[in-house]
Each structure stands twice: as structure tokens, then as C-alpha cells.
């Protein structure tokens, strides 16, 4: 039997033995949607990692790194420093003023409908636009690893049916062992391929730099190119590269701080000491971590070479492959088998954060007043909502089809999320004068911003997907109406404008009365643990 299968199938083996433990032990909203918090600072930082070092950050940065050299590492300096954000601002008063999700900090205040209600559509946005990214990383990897065995479509289809079952029956407990095995299994993988790399030119930098200033392949026209990728211009040309690269910066700095399936993560753990400890151990894992995706993206580069890894699945497949050419078959479907994993527990994060806030806000708060009318029935929706939402971003994934970039797919995902969540959660904490309306106004401009600038950009426009005919192939190929990228650097400050101009245009005296509860809350912590168990 091929070795990538066997090691595919170890893991499915412990994952859904996993899910079976965890499934005797999520009865009840909190045992489902926050695995009934007893999780430490470090286990909650293992799996707040685990989240966070997505198949974007494991297949998709290297992809970038090996084809766009400098340009393509400015990916992991952006990722790199995001968790400062979390950690000093967002943390501790997001664990002490909710309960389940993002929106029950906001509601804390302002009146909770509205606020739920849009704050349940932007969850669904970010969680879905990151979710895909997921899914055609899956199916890239998949599709390689059991060559004539399945093709692109069965391998995304499989992966969303796993993801499925992760939710449904293991809830938040289940997830989080997940993401811990995950994040211990890629930081291993990672750290030895490290190695291997530096091994291959004799643990010399001078060496392996050297050959990074040397790497060759062949342009379109079948010429050989030879490229110093220590040399920035390469992906990010004039006249609007540097642009681009300061609104990829602004989105993966202030995106993570709004990202639903990140946020949900705090709510796990007993109290809001734990979840700023549970931020330094996930700073310490993503720190080291994306220093080592120098090693996989220029290690692919230099060792394998991009004309081969084009010929052989694509930007996506670097790290694998580069296992391959330093350690054989074995260690390429052990290093799959880390990111099959990576993708599984990611795309299970994504999926519990999505159905609960959907559930909770959106079903119970919004349709129902707050008002849960039996015994279990939040769950149940969640539950029925993740067939749902899994199979959208099956839909969608196998609709761009496996040449989609993974790194790049999450960046918009951070965009829209710092676009739309980030300005409420701030002014909501930090503004007495902030209110409903501007809540709403900030989520909505957010939103409607960062995608709308993502539809008429070069990531939608400009280009010819092969799966797409017809008269929407026609709208792909036209020329871009907004130049960049990455809309972070215009849709961001919209987000904000419109929070702020919201507020300004209304009055709400029972927001601004209620601002000094919970600013003493945010900060101390009390009434918070009565909130949890309620």
C-alpha cells in the first residue's frame, strides 16, 4: 500500500478516535461551543497555533517564497508580527466581556440584534473566504499524494465530508486535540526539514544564500531566467508593488485581531490570565515557525527548483516536494501528511467558529430574541449549519480549481476581517461614544469595502479560470478596476470611517452609560466567570 495512504490514514484514525472521545462529552451548548473551558494557557497556545499555521502559511508561503523569493517572505514577516495585536489589545477584555463568540462582547453594550445579526455575516464571510483556501490546498495535496486514485474535485469533496464529521460530533473539544496534535506534528515536520535544508549545504548561510542569489528556470517563452530572489521587485512591481505590499501588511497585521476562528479560541480557556498566557505560547510557536518557512520557500527554490515543482502540482506542493528531494517517499508523505493535517484541524477551527456564531447569534440572539426555545437546540443548528457552510466552500474551492495560490487566498480573508471586525472590537472596548448604529455602519462598510475591492481587483479580474464559462469567464478576463491586490489599505480605514461616522450621526445614552462596566470588566475580569456558565 502506498506509505502516503498509510500515513493518511494513521492520522484519520487518532483525529476521529479523537472525535469519538470528545463526542461522549459535548453535551450542552458550553461542552460544545467552548469545550467547557478547561483548557491551560499552554494547551490553548498549542491550539491557538494549530489554527493559525494554516496550509496558507505551510504550502502556500513556501509556494511564494520558491517562485517570488524576497517578496514572498514579506508573507511571513506580516503573519509574524500579527500576534502583537492580539495579545495587547484584543485578548484579555475579549475573554473577560463574552461568552461564545465575538458578537457577545459587542452586544455587551449596544443593542444585541443588530449587532449579532452583522456580526454573524461578517463571521461567515472571513470564515468562508479562509475556508477555501484551506480546501484547495487539500485538494492539491490529495490529488498528488494518491495520483489515479482520486482526482481534484473527490480529494476537496473528501476533506470538507472529514471536517464535517470533526464538528458535528467532537464540537470545540474535539477540535482543539486536533489543532494541539496538528501544531506539534507540523512544528516537528518543520524544524527537521529545516534542518535537512541547512544540512544539504553544510550548515553554511554563506553557502545557502549564495545559491538563493542563483536560482534559474524557464519563462514562458521556454528561456532560462536566472533571478537573485534576495532581490525585492519580483512579485510586487512598480508602479504599484510597494502599495500592494503595504496594504498586504495593514491586512495581516490588524487581521488576525478579527478573525472569528481565532477569537472563539479565548473562550475555552477559565480566565482571561490563561488566555494572555495562551498568546505568549502561540507567539513563541508562530514565531519560530514562520522563520523556518525562509528554509522551506528558498530551500524549494535552490534544491528542487521552480520549473520542476510547476510540472509537479504547482506553488502549493514546494514543502512537499522539497521533502522528497532531501529524504525520499517516506518523508514526503510524512511532510503530507503534517499538512493534510494542518488543513484538517484548520478547516475544522474555521468551521466550529462559523456555526457558532450562526447558532448563537444569529438563530438563538437574532431570530429568537436570545430566547433558546428547547433543551439543545443551539447545538442542533450549529450542527446542521456546518453541513451547510462545508459544503459551500467545497463548491467554491472546486469552482477556482487547484492553481489558486492558498497564501494568497487567506491574505483577503485577513482584509476583510480587518476591515469589518477589527474598528467594532476597538471602539467598542476603547470608545464610550460608540454605539449600535456605528457598529453596524463599521461592519457593513467593512465588509461591503474589502470585498467589493476584492471582486474588481487583479485577484478576480485580469485573469482566466479554467473551470469558469461562458459570460462570467468574460467578467474574469476584463481589465481590473482597482490596481491592488489586497484591498486592506483602502477598505480598512473605510471600516473605520463608517464605525465612526455610525456613531457620530446617532445617540445611544444606554451605550455610553454601560461603557464603564465594561471597561472595568475588560480589564478585571469581574462578572465574567458568572457569564461563562449562564
Known amino acids: 500500500m502506498n506509505i502516503s495512504l498509510i500515513m493518511f ?3 484519520l484514525a487518532i483525529t476521529l478516535g479523537i472525535t469519538y472521545w470528545a463526542s461522549k462529552r459535548s453535551a450542552g451548548a458550553n461542552a460544545y ?20 499555521m494554516s496550509a496558507a502559511s505551510f504550502l502556500g508561503i513556501a509556494g511564494i517564497i520558491a517562485f517570488q523569493g524576497y517578496d514572498g517572505f514579506l508573507f511571513s514577516v506580516g503573519w509574524l508580527v500579527a500576534y502583537l495585536t492580539v495579545l495587547l489589545v484584543i485578548a484579555e477584555p475579549l475573554r473577560n466581556t463574552g461568552k461564545y463568540t465575538m458578537a457577545d462582547m459587542l452586544a455587551y453594550r449596544l443593542h444585541p440584534r443588530p449587532v449579532r445579526g452583522m456580526a454573524s455575516l461578517s463571521t461567515l464571510v472571513v470564515s468562508t473566504f479562509y475556508m477555501i483556501a484551506q480546501m484547495v490546498g487539500a485538494g492539491v495535496l490529495v490529488k498528488l499524494l494518491l495520483a489515479g486514485t482520486v482526482t481534484y474535485n473527490q480529494a476537496v469533496t473528501g476533506v470538507g465530508i472529514l471536517m464535517i464529521v470533526y464538528v458535528v460530533f467532537g464540537g470545540m473539544l474535539a477540535t482543539t486535540w486536533v489543532q494541539i496534535i496538528k501544531a506539534i ?5 518543520t524544524i527537521l526539514l529545516s534542518i535537512l535544508v541547512m544540512g544539504h549545504f553544510g550548515f553554511s548561510f554563506s553557502q545557502f544564500f549564495g545559491a538563493i542569489g542563483h536560482v534559474s528556470y524557464h519563462d514562458a517563452k521556454g528561456a532560462v531566467v536566472v533571478k537573485d530572489f ?9 508602479p504599484y508593488g510597494p502599495l500592494d505590499l ?4 495593514l491586512a495581516l497585521i490588524f487581521g488576525t485581531a478579527g478573525l472569528p476562528h481565532i477569537l472563539v479560541r479565548f473562550y475555552t480557556v477559565p480566565d482571561a490570565k490563561t488566555a494572555r498566557n495562551s498568546v505568549v505560547w502561540a507567539m513563541v510557536l508562530i514565531g519560530s515557525f514562520y522563520i523556518m518557512t525562509t528554509f522551506l520557500g528558498f530551500g524549494a527554490a535552490t534544491i528542487v527548483g521552480p520549473d520542476y515543482i510547476k510540472g509537479h502540482g504547482g506553488t502549493n506542493m514546494s514543502a512537499p516536494l522539497l521533502a522528497q528531494a532531501l529524504a525520499g517517499n517516506v518523508f514526503f508523505a510524512f511532510i503530507s501528511a503534517i499538512a493534510f493535517a494542518t488543513i484538517l484541524a484548520v478547516v475544522a477551527g474555521l468551521t466550529i467558529s462559523a456555526t457558532t456564531s450562526f447558532s448563537h447569534d444569529f438563530w438563538t440572539n437574532v431570530i429568537h430574541n436570545g430566547v433558546e426555545r428547547k433543551p439543545g437546540e443551539e447545538v442542533l443548528v450549529a450542527r446542521i449549519s456546518a453541513f451547510v457552510i462545508g459544503a459551500v466552500a467545497i463548491a467554491i474551492a472546486i469552482l477556482l480549481g487547484p492553481t489558486a495560490n492558498v497564501a494568497f487566498l487567506v491574505a483577503l480573508a485577513f482584509a476583510v476581517a480587518a476591515s469589518a471586525n477589527l474598528p467594532v472590537i476597538l471602539f467598542s472596548i476603547y470608545w464610550r461614544r460608540f454605539n449600535t448604529a456605528g457598529a453596524c ?21 485580469g485573469i482566466d479560470p479554467p473551470t469558469v464559462t461562458g459570460t462570467a469567464r468574460h467578467l474574469f478576463q476584463a481589465k481590473p478596476w482597482f490596481p491592488l491586490e489586497n484591498p486592506g489599505i483602502l477598505s480598512i480605514p473605510l471600516g473605520f470611517i463608517g464605525a465612526i461616522v455610525g456613531t457620530l450621526l446617532s445617540s445611544e445614552p444606554t451605550a455610553e452609560s454601560k461603557f464603564n462596566e465594561l471597561l472595568v470588566r475588560s480589564n478585571t ?4 466567570e458568572k457569564a461563562a456558565v449562564h
Open 441 to 461: 455602519a463599521g461592519l457593513a462598510v467593512g465588509l461591503l469595502a474589502s470585498i467589493g475591492l476584492i471582486l474588481v481587483s487583479p485577484s478576480l479580474m
Open 185 to 189: 506534528l507540523l512544528m516537528a515536520g
Open 230 to 238: 534576495l532581490q525585492p521587485g519580483l512579485r510586487y512591481k512598480p
Open 9 to 11: 490514514l494513521v492520522f
Open 33 to 52: 461551543f467552548a469545550a467547557s473551558r478547561p483548557i491551560t494557557g499552554w494547551q490553548n497556545g498549542l491550539a491557538v497555533a494549530g489554527d493559525y
Open 246 to 249: 503595504i496594504s498586504l501588511g
Open 525 to 528: 475580569g469581574l462578572g465574567s
